[in-house]
């Protein structure tokens, strides 16, 4: 199973991004998908997460009301929409695939991304 990530950036404080990640290799459906991201120094962090079949969705509190996931089951992609970005939003973003159900922790995720840097200036 390989996860690409794209749509990372440099943006300044009030912009948006969408990040997209394609899964291939494997079957899509089967996978509940997530978003982590890491600042410098910093642990691996859940941003948001979605269930195999889409009926399931968690954001962070830290990013809830800007932050949106989905997933796209037609080109295997899922989403990470971000609006009103601030500086504090600055880490490397990792998609991640798992059998196990969308849940929050990222030893649950058996398949990662490289990971999309997101950097946004003040």
């Known amino acids: 199973v390989h996860l690409e990530e794209s749509g990372g950036g440099l943006v300044q404080a009030g912009d948006s991004l969408s990040l997209s990640c394609v899964v291939s290799g494997g079957t899509f459906s089967f996978y509940a998908m997530a978003w982590f991201r890491q600042a410098p120094g910093e642990d691996r962090d859940i941003v948001a997460t979605i269930s195999s079949v889409g009926t399931f969705v968690y954001v962070a509190d830290s990013v809830k009301d800007r932050f949106t996931i989905s997933r796209d089951g037609a080109t295997s992609t899922v989403f990470l929409q971000m609006n009103s970005l601030i500086p504090e939003d600055t880490a490397v973003y990792y998609c991640?695939?798992?059998?196990?159900?969308?849940?929050?922790?990222?030893?649950?995720?058996?398949?990662w991304g490289q990971g999309t840097q997101v950097t946004v200036s003040p």
């Open positions: 991640a695939a798992g059998l196990t159900g969308a849940a929050l922790d990222a030893g649950a995720y058996r398949w």
